[in-house]
Antibody
Framework: QVQLEESGPGLVKPSQTLSLTCTVS??????????WGWVRQPPGKGLEWIGY???????FYNPTLKSRVATSVDTTKNQFSLTLASVTAADTAVYFC????????????WGQGILVTVSS | DIQMTQSPSSLSASVGDRVAITCRAN??????LNWYQHKPGRAPQLLIY???TLHSGVPSRFRGSGSGTDFSLTISSLQPDDFATYYC?????????FGPGTKVHVK
């Protein structure tokens, strides 16, 4: 059974960089059939796709966040990461890491989510 | 961006009820439509992909249908474990977008 688990600080100061890591177990991050991505949900709001990456490092990002987002993959640790620069209170959200299957690009596994609050 | 809408935004139902949720895209997305179930504090779960294909392990009481711009998720006989929020999501364009969600709560 594939499992994903997010980790990282729960509090980030405005203008700083948010950094999260997702650890994958029960499956290899080096699969050609999958992308590894991030979705967030601000309090009381809907889900927003942030972006994703495959094991070769090919990336796709939400254009509204593209100038501030970066993702990376560490195949040796079976992990992938998200950085979001210059954060504001609007970036406060629960951040989910997800696995996306290339066929129909469905998110078939999700992490439980981690709340990141942007506040001084 | 492809905009997704859902109706209703919430509904109250009882165990054993038949429940239907609709999802609409503002342009054709063929069958690139996925449904998820989300409970507070838990990882969202994929229910249906490609509009009507049941994800592995999902009970057969869940059914998805539709193509183009109009889709639906039906739960044939609501079970206690089904009280949750349901989201549709288009994967036709790489800027993936979700519907606002439908919360199914106890009547």
């Amino acid at each position: 059974q594939v499992q994903l688990e997010e980790s990282g600080p729960g509090l980030v100061k405005p203008s700083q960089t948010l950094s999260l890591t997702c650890t994958v177990s029960g499956g290899s991050i080096s699969s050609a059939d999958h992308f590894w991505g991030w979705v967030r949900q601000p309090p009381g709001k809907g889900l927003e796709w942030i972006g994703y990456i495959n094991f070769r490092g090919s990336t796709f990002y939400n254009p509204t966040l593209k100038s501030r987002v970066a993702t990376s993959v560490d195949t040796t640790k079976n992990q992938f990461s998200l950085t979001l620069a210059s954060v504001t209170a609007a970036d406060t959200a629960v951040y989910f890491c997800v696995r996306s299957v290339t066929t129909y690009r469905r998110f078939d596994y999700w992490g439980q989510g981690i709340l990141v609050t942007v506040s001084s | 961006d492809i905009q997704m809408t859902q109706s209703p935004s919430s509904l109250s139902a009882s165990v054993g009820d038949r429940v239907a949720i609709t999802c609409r895209a503002n342009q054709s997305i063929d069958i690139y439509l996925n449904w998820y179930q989300h409970k507070p504090g838990r990882a969202p779960q994929l229910l249906i992909y490609a509009a009507s294909t049941l994800h592995s392990g999902v009970p057969s009481r869940f059914r998805g249908s539709g193509s183009g711009t109009d889709f639906s998720l039906t739960i044939s006989s609501l079970q206690p474990d089904d009280f949750a929020t349901y989201y549709c999501q288009q994967s036709y364009r790489t800027l993936f977008t979700f519907g606002p969600g439908t919360k199914v709560h106890v009547k």
